[in-house]
Structures are given as structure tokens and as C-alpha cells.
């Protein structure tokens, strides 16, 4: 079993529309979560950190968190053509300060 | 604010030579700093943990005497690809950790090319 699992996709959206991306992990001890874009050739971006159960939203980005699943999702809205890109799940697990990352998710939103 | 610089962004070298690779942390200072090696289509994966003032971590199966890490100061670390082969052409990045506000920034990346 993968540290951290993500949908390889490509997860094809229509513009305006939700984008939904998952990520699971193993380490139950793990504490920081983060979601990060990277387009074609470039270097990741945070596009946000969770670190509670819940649901932490900024802008047209919702990040949820469940612990108790070891599940952390997240939910783009209002989908637009500049949102395609790989989306990765990285989680900081309970032994040490590195962070994991899962295999990223493509989106592609058609227009 | 957390801003980490990367340098040179593209790299050509020819097999057997060497490759230093710059990472500076510019607006906050960086005990701790990560190298990445990324190949086509693939996710990032983990090389070495790069400290201040002592030896870097490193990943199992990587080779320390092939990829030597260098963190002299707290805003620089250094990652050296000696001996550099084809098979080591690969899209590498550095991270670190401001604050948990921030997360882990990373670098803009360096593609080398071996040839």
C-alpha cells in the first residue's frame, strides 16, 4: 500500500462546474495536509494546508479532512480552463518533518 | 513571504561531469531544506533532507557519494550531482519550511539534461 494514494485521473471537468480530487494515507499519526498544483514543466504551488477535521475553504478551494477515514479531499468550484493542471496530496506523517506525496491528480477543464 | 530561489533553472552538462544546484531560502531562515527529483509523468519523490551545519538525510536508495547536499548557512543549500549520467536527467526541486502558515515553499526547479 501506497503512503499516500491519490485518482491518477485525467479527471475531466466542464467549466463553471466542481472538480472533486481524493487523497487517502496510511500513517493514522500523520498531521499537516496540503494540496498542491503543478502545471506542465513548473514547480509545485500550495494552494492550501489543513490541519484539522473539517472543511477549510479559500476562494473557489475547499479542503476536507477526516482523520478517523485517513481521507483528505479537495473541491475546486466554478471550474475554469486555467485550473488544468496536476493536483497533489502531501502529508507531513508523524515521523519527522518530510513531506509525502501522493501520485497527483490530473484535472482538465473543458471550456 | 516564503520565497525560496532556485538556480540555474536549466542545465545542460555532458556525461561525467558535475552539476551544483542552488536553493536559498530569501525571506526566512531554513534549518531544514528537501530535494525532490522528479521524472516525466511521475510525482515528486523525496531524495535527501538537507540540515544546517550537519550531514543531510537521505533517502533509501539514493546515493550520498553521487548527489552531495551542502547546507553551510541557513538561507543555502547546495545539491552537487557528480559524475553526472543520462539516467539522471530529471526535473529536481528544493523545498523548505517557513512557518506552518506557509507550509513547505518550493523552488522554481532545475531540468537537467545529461547528454
Known amino acids: 500500500q501506497k503512503e499516500v494514494e491519490q485518482n491518477s485521473g485525467p479527471l475531466s471537468v466542464p467549466e463553471g462546474a466542481i472538480a472533486s480530487l481524493n487523497c487517502t494515507y496510511s500513517?493514522?499519526?500523520?498531521?499537516?495536509f496540503f494540496w498542491y498544483r503543478q502545471y506542465s514543466g513548473k514547480s509545485p504551488e500550495l494552494i492550501m494546508s489543513?490541519?484539522?477535521?473539517g472543511d477549510k475553504e479559500d476562494g473557489r478551494f475547499t479542503a476536507q479532512l477526516n482523520k478517523a477515514s485517513q481521507y483528505v479531499s479537495l473541491l475546486i468550484r466554478d471550474s475554469q480552463p486555467s485550473d488544468s493542471a496536476t493536483y497533489l496530496c502531501a502529508v507531513n506523517m508523524s515521523a519527522g518533518n518530510k513531506l509525502t506525496f501522493g501520485g497527483g491528480t490530473r484535472v482538465l477543464v473543458k471550456p | 513571504g516564503a520565497v525560496v530561489s532556485q538556480h540555474p533553472s536549466r542545465v545542460i552538462c555532458k556525461s561525467g561531469t558535475s552539476v551544483k544546484i542552488e536553493c536559498r531560502s530569501l525571506?526566512?531562515?531554513?534549518?531544514?531544506m528537501f530535494w525532490y527529483r522528479q521524472f516525466p509523468k511521475q510525482s515528486l519523490m523525496l531524495m535527501a533532507t538537507s540540515n544546517e551545519g550537519s550531514k543531510a538525510t537521505y533517502e533509501q536508495g539514493v546515493e550520498k557519494d553521487k548527489f552531495l547536499i551542502n547546507h553551510a548557512s541557513l538561507t543555502l543549500s547546495t545539491l552537487t550531482v557528480t559524475s553526472a549520467h543520462p539516467e539522471d536527467s530529471s526535473f529536481y526541486i528544493c523545498s523548505a519550511r517557513a512557518d506552518l502558515i506557509y507550509g513547505y515553499t518550493f523552488g522554481s526547479g532545475t531540468r537537467l539534461t545529461v547528454v
Open positions: 500513517d493514522r499519526g500523520s498531521q499537516s
Open positions: 525571506d526566512f531562515q531554513a534549518t531544514t
Open positions: 489543513i490541519y484539522s477535521n
